[in-house]
T-cell receptor, first 115, second 114 residues
Framework: DTEVTQTPKHLVMGMTNKKSLKCEQHMGHRAMYWYKQKAKKPPELMFVYSYEKLSINESVPSRFSPECPNSSLLNLHLHALQPEDSALYLC??????????????FGPGTRLTVL | RKEVEQDPGPFNVPEGATVAFNCTYSNSASQSFFWYRQDCRKEPKLLMSVYSSGNEDGRFTAQLNRASQYISLLIRDSKLSDSATYLCVVNNEPGSGNTGKLIFGQGTTLQVKP
C-alpha cells in the first residue's frame, strides 16, 4: 500500500457542528502532517506529528484539534469553525520523523465547506 | 521577502515548447529541494527531488545552485498533460527534535495549448 487516504472527500458543516477528518497511511511512515490549502494558494502547514507525538503546531486556533491514535492514523477534530475555515485539508506523511529531509506524500484531501 | 519565491506565471505555451521555471529560496541552511505538481482541485504530487549535481527524469530537468540559492525546472517538448501548477518546495533544517518543514513557493501555473 503506497498511498495516503483521507475521509471524507467532501464535508459541509455548520458553525456549531463537531466533525472529524481522518487520514491513514500503511507505508510505515513515522511523520504525518496536516495542511490547509485555500484556492490558488500553496498548502499551509498546520500540525506535524513525529513518532506519534505532536512536533509542530503552527499557531493553529484551538477549534482545530489534531490527534494521532497510532502510527498509521491521524485525525483532525473540528469544532465551532468559521466560514473562512472552508478550504482543502491535506494530510501528508514522510518516512522518518525527527531530523527528516524526505519528500512528503500527500493524500487526496478533504474539501471542507463551513456554512 | 517570502522564503521561497517563484516566477509569477501563468505560462501559456504551445505543445512541443520548452519552458523553464525558476525559484529562489532565502534560507541558506535549507537541506532538501523538490518540485511538486498540483492539478486543479487535486493534491500536490512529487514531480522530482532536486540534487546539487542536477538531475533529469525524461523530459524534466532540475538544477540547484546552492551558492545563488536558486532552483530551476526545465520541461522539454511540452505536452497538454503538463498543464498544472508547479510548486517549488524547500525542506528547511528543523529545530532540535523537530521534523523538517516543507516551505512552498506560491506556484507557477503552466497551460500548454494545442
Amino acid at each position: 500500500d503506497t498511498e495516503v487516504t483521507q475521509t471524507p472527500k467532501h464535508l459541509v458543516m455548520g458553525m456549531t457542528n463537531k466533525k472529524s477528518l481522518k487520514c491513514e497511511q500503511h507505508m510505515g511512515h513515522r511523520a504525518m502532517y496536516w495542511y490547509k490549502q485555500k484556492a490558488k494558494k500553496p498548502p499551509e502547514l498546520m500540525f506535524v506529528y513525529s513518532y506519534e507525538k505532536l512536533s509542530i503546531n503552527e499557531s493553529v486556533p484551538s477549534r482545530f484539534s489534531p490527534e494521532c491514535p497510532n502510527s498509521s492514523l491521524l485525525n483532525l477534530h473540528l469544532h465551532a469553525l468559521q466560514p473562512e475555515d472552508s478550504a482543502l485539508y491535506l494530510c501528508a506523511s514522510t518516512p522518518r520523523g525527527g531530523l527528516s529531509y524526505n519528500e512528503q506524500f500527500f493524500g487526496p484531501g478533504t474539501r471542507l465547506t463551513v456554512l | 521577502r517570502k522564503e521561497v519565491e517563484q516566477d509569477p506565471g501563468p505560462f501559456n505555451v504551445p505543445e512541443g515548447a520548452t519552458v523553464a521555471f525558476n525559484c529562489t529560496y532565502s534560507n541558506s541552511a535549507s537541506q532538501s529541494f523538490f518540485w511538486y505538481r498540483q492539478d486543479c482541485r487535486k493534491e500536490p504530487k512529487l514531480l522530482m527531488s532536486v540534487y546539487s549535481s542536477g538531475n533529469e527524469d525524461g523530459r524534466f530537468t532540475a538544477q540547484l545552485n546552492r551558492a545563488s540559492q536558486y532552483i530551476s525546472l526545465l520541461i522539454r517538448d511540452s505536452k497538454l498533460s503538463d498543464s498544472a501548477t508547479y510548486l517549488c518546495v524547500v525542506n528547511n533544517e528543523p529545530g532540535s527534535g523537530n521534523t523538517g518543514k516543507l516551505i512552498f513557493g506560491q506556484g507557477t501555473t503552466l497551460q500548454v495549448k494545442p
